[in-house]
């Protein structure tokens, strides 16, 4: 797109971040004056309605790691990617129907105060600084480093840092007027999101209509896309075989089939959206109906995701089987900005305006978690004042000042990428970091809630083992127990190296996690006194709580139904 844009693609980008950070600000400096409670800055403590929820949401989990990454996973397996969006549909209907009801009844703010309340405060302690470590280090940076990267590629001449600056300044104005600010401006970014990115996916299936002779038509765009490439649109890869080519290999290595929706899918998505500060946080502030109506709008959204983030990726795979995209050969991860290229002015700043929707939100409600949890489990905690305790006023200010230097550290290491996110790749480098501790803190979480014997060295047992156990299998398995065993079998990608899918590795690791946790919890008294006890009452559910549920079952039916 270098060099392409004209002065309508500016105008929009233009009015875009003036009217998010104008509208940010508005509502920041009007409550600044306001007697603020912890509670009302951190979460919007009853102000947030179920579609701010939603939509809130959804514009924290979607980012330039979906608009890339995924799209080009799409370009690279097809369809098949999807699966994280569509299982994590399903995973909000558990967590709304069997995790909300105990973190509301017990009054649980953050993820660590869930572990205190639950086990011990070293447990907790523990987490919130590797919660804190991992958001700052590795989901702020790759945000801020991704986003920039990606938007850069699609402006003429090299704004990189300038980019990053104009995203950390947005951030951290709608991070500063707290939970109720970010869930409305969010609600204004899905609809960005939305509306741009549709666009573009509109407009790829007209480019590949346009390219095979079949007119203006994004129906028949997409059904050349289906002759054209029939392996993308497969939701299950087979088990590879002796006369299998190691780039199908690789394929099956991401998404290991059936096998991937024994454990794998659901630890990931159940981890994420039960037990993460990042995107839990939105809903803990509302009744339980509003936050169960707020999850579920969000899984109606997410089953819309994959057409928003994945099909512009294999559209681009069919036009770079035909040679009109050669720049590809550099990598999969240029599939979404090579597909803007084909875009009209006007639609190409409308779709760096939904791109950079997906970057701030999400780094706005990265800075508001990061804030929480410092605050909240940190500061108020451990470094009280001479009467042993802290004002509103002073929780607000130093969660304020936590969003501020949260995002200067951001920008420290991001600005020369000290990390190393370039080099990794940013979704390998997201995925490699957090996928790692899925396994023990969901098996410590689920355990938890609904097993009142499990105890509190059994939990942190489970969090540190879960995440050994990962980097055995994934790391060491094969070479210290060779390439098959009765767990798993490893196959030999395109790298030449036997390795297990990562799904497969994160299945053990949970399902070995559990057997640990259970033993040890059994040595411990039959009910740990601080276990929760379940309100039954709020397991019931309302018609239009299980409307909803109905409508995303009905739609991943008949997904899986069409593409098995």
């Keep these: ?251 099956f290595l991401i998404l ?45 959204l997410k089953m819309l995701m994959p057409a928003v983030v994945m099909v512009p990726g294999i559209a681009a795979y069919v036009l770079y089987q035909k040679g009109l995209l050669p720049q590809l050969s550099e990598g999969k991860d240029h599939a979404y900005p090579a597909i803007l290229t084909f875009l009209p002015n006007g639609l190409k700043g409308l779709s760096i305006a939904a791109l950079s929707a997906a970057i701030i939100a999400s780094l706005a409600g990265k800075l508001n978690s990061i804030s929480t949890i410092f605050t909240l489990d940190l500061f108020k905690e451990y470094f009280r004042s001479n009467d042993g305790t802290h004002s509103e006023k002073k929780l607000v200010s130093i969660g304020k000042w936590t969003v501020v230097v949260a995002m200067i550290v951001g920008l420290f290491f991001t600005w020369d990428d000290l990390l190393g996110i370039g080099g990794a790749g940013g979704f390998t480098f997201i995925q490699k970091y957090t996928g790692f501790i899925s396994p023990g803190v969901l098996a410590a979480f689920m355990l938890g809630m609904f097993w009142k014997r499990t105890t509190g060295a059994a939990a942190v047992t489970g969090i540190l083992l879960g995440f050994v156990l990962c980097v055995f299998f994934n790391e060491f398995a094969v070479e210290i127990l060779g390439p098959n065993t009765f767990m798993y079998t490893a196959y030999k990608g395109t790298n030449g190296k036997f390795e297990i899918p990562f799904l497969i590795c994160m299945g053990l690791s949970f399902a070995w996690t559990l057997v640990i946790m259970i033993l040890m919890s059994l040595a411990g008294p039959k009910i740990n006194p601080k276990a929760f006890t379940m309100d039954k009452s709020l397991l019931k559910l309302k018609p239009q709580t299980i409307a909803l549920m109905v409508v995303i079952i009905i739609l991943f039916t008949a997904i899986y139904a069409k593409f098995w």
Excluded at 71 to 97: K, M, P, Q
Excluded at 227 to 248: G, I, Q, R
Excluded at 272 to 299: C, E, K
Aim: charged share 10%; aromatic share 14%.
């Design 1 to 251: 797109m270098s060099g392409s844009l004209i002065h309508i693609d500016y105008i929009i980008i233009v009015f875009y971040f003036i009217m998010l950070g104008g509208y940010g600000f508005w509502v920041y400096n009007r409550k600044k004056n306001e007697a603020v409670s912890s509670h009302d800055y951190f979460l919007a403590e009853g102000s947030l309605t179920w579609w701010a929820i939603g939509a809130s949401l959804i514009a924290s989990n979607i980012s330039a790691e979906q608009f890339i990454g995924m799209s080009g996973d799409g370009f690279f397996v097809g369809i098949a990617i999807g699966a994280y969006e569509w299982v994590g549909a399903l995973s909000l209907i558990i967590i709304a129907i069997w995790f909300l009801p105990i973190y509301l009844k017990n009054k649980i703010y953050t993820m660590p105060q869930f572990l205190k309340m639950r086990f011990n405060k070293n447990v907790a302690l523990i987490m919130a600084i590797f919660w804190l470590l991992l958001y700052v280090f590795v989901n702020l940076t790759s945000i801020l480093y991704l986003g920039a990267l990606a938007i850069n590629a699609l402006l003429p001449g090299n704004h990189m840092h300038t980019v990053m600056i104009i995203f950390a300044i947005c951030a951290v104005i709608i991070a500063l007027g707290g939970m109720k600010v970010i869930g409305y401006t969010d609600a204004i970014q899905v609809a960005i999101l939305l509306i741009g990115g549709l666009a573009t996916t509109y407009m790829a299936l007209v480019i590949v209509s346009e390219k095979f002779g079949l007119g203006r038509d994004a129906i028949a765009g997409f059904h050349a896309m289906l002759k054209a490439a029939p392996d993308h649109f497969h939701l299950m890869f087979s088990k590879p075989k002796a006369n299998t080519p190691p780039a199908e290999i690789d394929k």
């Design 256 to 300: 290991p089939g059936i096998a991937m929706y024994a454990l794998g899918q659901w630890i990931v998505n159940l981890e994420y959206f039960g037990t993460n500060q990042y995107i839990t946080q939105r809903a803990l502030g509302a009744d339980i109906t509003t936050a169960r109506s707020g999850l579920m709008f969000a899984g109606l």
